[in-house]
């Protein structure tokens, strides 16, 4: 017998540590759906047997309430002292559940979509799905312990996510009225030779529909000095007219159905009065984020502060409103995980498969995340350096640009982490390098 074994054969022995006492609680699994709750626990009982409890409710106040409470009060008749839900992320029909459960003082927690997805064959050997059988085998993964936190979100971070997600759904209303009038633009003004810029960030634009809806036919058939004319008491350019002008006299070469005319008109007059109520709106939504991001700074629970070159206050709050508080999360890597920016690994034998994100997390942080970053990449950028580097290395451009991300938000959790003030230098130095720097510097 080998006395001396190698590493590859060494015995590793661990220890792993409940984040809960599983002798002390009653877990109670809920399968979701938007009008009704299946809930399910099991009581281990002396004769080797499991005492099962199933109730089949509606997803409404009282009958949650009435449940909880016999749970509660089946957990106390076998000498439990929690009680605690389990339940999937379903986009939003859990929080009903989630909310009472805590207001009654019970724990909560969440379980991985795709884990119970996977489990459920194992569990049963087949790939059926109901909502009977969803919550045994969501029991099953609660007694491998592998659970989730379920985080409460206080104020002001909960009001802080809800303006950031209000504030993307402004955000692609936007887009989606930008994308109509472009398609009507086309029809109607198709010689139209500005640029996007000029359309929906140039005040030029919003004059142009005031005084005209943006009608070549009706420009045109007020000629040329009068168009010119009126163009200039709306303070519109001399050159940008007469750019105008000629725009519109090719545009109507078309001679396009007078009724289809006048209602391509009243489509752009309203999608502009649209964008513009959508831009006003995003406008008042960034600057309560800002507020609440004040007011998180003020009251020490945010350390973060807004450093030109790296973060402003809006995406700071952006950031933040998808995160909640950095102090959450133990290591930077259970915040990667968070965003879905963890990386994916495919390895059996020889076969060495490609790292790719898992995108099991908030797409919303990923997407904020590379707003962020996008323009700190630029070549006397703060990651200027690193990301060009990379690409002249053969990286594709936008794997260079989540590994940045991934940096970005390490960076971000060290920074909230940490006493020290933001330094450039700290960001592209380990700890160690950089400890003994400012050491040799205070000797």
């Given at each position: ?30 399968d ?20 099962v ?22 957990a ?23 909310r ?39 029991f ?14 206080s ?14 759904d ?8 930008r994308g ?14 500005f ?29 040329q000095?009068?168009?010119?004319t ?19 006299q ?56 807004a ?31 968070y ?58 451009g ?46």
């Amino acid at each position: 017998m080998n006395q001396n074994p190698t590493p590859n054969n060494a015995m590793n022995v661990s220890l792993r540590f409940h984040t809960h006492n599983p002798n002390s609680t009653l877990s109670v699994t809920a399968d979701v759906g938007k009008d009704d709750l299946h809930l399910h626990t099991q009581i281990p009982l002396s004769q080797g047997a499991d005492k099962v409890v199933e109730l089949h409710i509606a997803n409404r106040n009282r009958p949650i309430q009435a449940a909880l409470a016999q749970y509660a009060q089946l957990a106390q008749e076998h000498r439990l002292e929690q009680l605690r839900l389990v339940c999937e992320p379903t986009g939003g029909y859990e929080r009903r559940l989630l909310r009472l459960a805590r207001q009654a003082g019970h724990q909560t927690a969440y379980l991985n979509t795709e884990s119970v997805k996977q489990l459920r064959v194992v569990e049963s050997n087949d790939s059926t799905k109901s909502d009977e059988k969803d919550p045994r085998t969501m029991f099953l993964l609660v007694k491998l312990g592998k659970t989730l936190t379920h985080r409460s979100l206080s104020e002001p971070w909960l009001a802080l996510r809800e303006w950031g997600m209000h504030y993307s759904d402004l955000e692609a209303q936007a887009v989606a009225i930008r994308g109509r009038l472009h398609r009507v633009l086309m029809e109607l003004f198709c010689e139209l030779s500005f640029k996007v810029d000029f359309l929906f960030r140039s005040p030029t634009a919003l004059k142009v529909v005031q005084a005209y809806g943006l009608n070549p036919y009706r420009m045109v058939q007020d000629g040329q000095t009068r168009c010119l004319t009126r163009l200039k008491r709306a303070q519109i350019r001399r050159d940008t007219a007469q750019r105008l002008w000629a725009d519109a006299q090719r545009s109507v070469l078309q001679q396009l159905p007078q009724a289809h005319i006048e209602l391509l008109e009243l489509r752009l007059r309203e999608g502009y009065a649209d964008y513009q109520r959508c831009r006003e709106r995003m406008d008042h939504a960034r600057q309560r984020m800002v507020g609440l991001l004040h007011q998180l700074q003020h009251s020490g629970q945010v350390k973060l502060r807004a450093v030109a070159g790296v973060i402003n206050e809006f995406l700071l709050a952006r950031i933040l409103g998808e995160t909640g508080p950095l102090k959450d999360f133990d290591h930077w890597r259970q915040l990667l995980r968070y965003g879905g920016f963890n990386l994916r690994l495919r390895e059996s034998g020889q076969y060495k498969g490609y790292r790719r994100l898992s995108k099991k997390g908030r797409a919303g942080l990923r997407k904020v995340t590379m707003q962020a970053v996008l323009p700190r990449v630029r070549k006397q950028d703060l990651f200027g350096e690193e990301y060009h580097r990379r690409k002249a290395k053969g990286v594709p451009g936008q794997k260079a640009l989540v590994t940045i991300a991934r940096k970005y938000l390490k960076m971000l959790w060290g920074w909230e982490h940490s006493s020290h003030a933001f330094d450039r230098e700290r960001v592209f130095v380990d700890l160690a390098r950089w400890s003994a720097a400012h050491q040799a510097l205070a000797a």
